[in-house]
């Protein structure tokens, strides 16, 4: 059988590069994009001989087009890519240019990215997709986070996104799902312990789902059978 293609978004550092590196090592063919493309040569460099590296800088249409063009048939896509610009502001007084900057990166560029690539699974009959959400959100029993409510409401609309698109996509072979990586050390989120190696793994247990899996769900750690 033919390897998986996967493709990552902000492959180049944190959780994405993470993810990468995992779902290399369980057997995919993989394709590693950033905004930057030298960072995506370098990542694709460092992770293997095989990698292969594309621009993907989920704001600009053009660089989303071009990419899906260039890449050919993607079977798993993780909507990593995403920003925290508000943190330690309030409801009532942050800079809505940071909330409309965050809500261009995080909801309307995981958008862009998912039609650029889902159209086509449906039409294979096979895809996983992953959007890395966040444990700041309202839906499945969560709450919003006031101390970064652009962030918190950014993620949340994608939870919401995520079962609209795996609506569309239920009976196809295609299985979308949001997940929570739970707090990461990352440039985000410095203070951290849990590397993120370790929310990889799960992402990449998502990535990896048998047919029949769930979709349109808000998966962590615990939802998944070990
Ligand atoms: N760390 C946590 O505790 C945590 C918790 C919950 C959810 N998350 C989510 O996990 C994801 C990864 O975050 P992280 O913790 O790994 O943070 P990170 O180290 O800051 O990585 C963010 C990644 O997103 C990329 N990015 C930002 N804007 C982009 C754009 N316009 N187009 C393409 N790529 C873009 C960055 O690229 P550049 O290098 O070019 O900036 C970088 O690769 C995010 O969606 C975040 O919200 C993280």
């Not at 950014?154 to 979308?176: E, F, I, M, P, Y």
Request: glycine fraction near 12%; hydrophobic fraction near 40%; charge should be positive.
């Amino acid at each position: 059988m033919n390897r998986r293609h996967a493709l990552v978004t902000g492959a180049n550092r944190g959780i994405g590069r993470a993810v990468a590196a995992e779902l290399r090592a369980r057997g995919m063919a993989l394709t590693v994009t950033a905004r930057d493309p030298a960072a995506a040569s370098d990542t694709a460099a460092d992770l293997g001989p095989d990698v292969r590296a594309r621009q993907l800088d989920v704001t600009d249409p053009g660089s989303v087009g071009t990419a899906a063009a260039d890449v050919g048939p993607v079977d798993v896509l993780v909507c990593n890519a995403g920003v925290l610009l508000d943190g330690g502001t309030g409801p009532l007084t942050t800079p809505l240019d940071l909330v409309e900057e965050t809500l261009r990166v995080n909801l309307l560029g995981t958008w862009r990215v998912l039609q650029a690539f889902v159209p086509g699974m449906i039409r294979r009959g096979w895809g996983r997709v992953v959007v890395v959400s966040s444990g700041t959100t309202a839906e499945f029993g969560g709450a919003l986070f006031a101390g970064a409510p652009g962030y918190s409401l950014s993620k949340s609309a994608l939870n919401g996104l995520t079962t609209l698109v795996a609506g569309q996509t239920a009976g196809t072979g295609v299985l979308v799902n949001a997940v929570n990586p739970g707090r990461v050390r990352t440039r985000m989120m410095p203070r951290t312990t849990t590397p993120p190696e370790v929310p990889a793994r799960f992402i990449a247990d998502v990535a990896s789902l048998p047919a029949g899996g769930p979709t349109g769900q808000f998966l962590t750690e615990r939802h998944l059978p070990r």
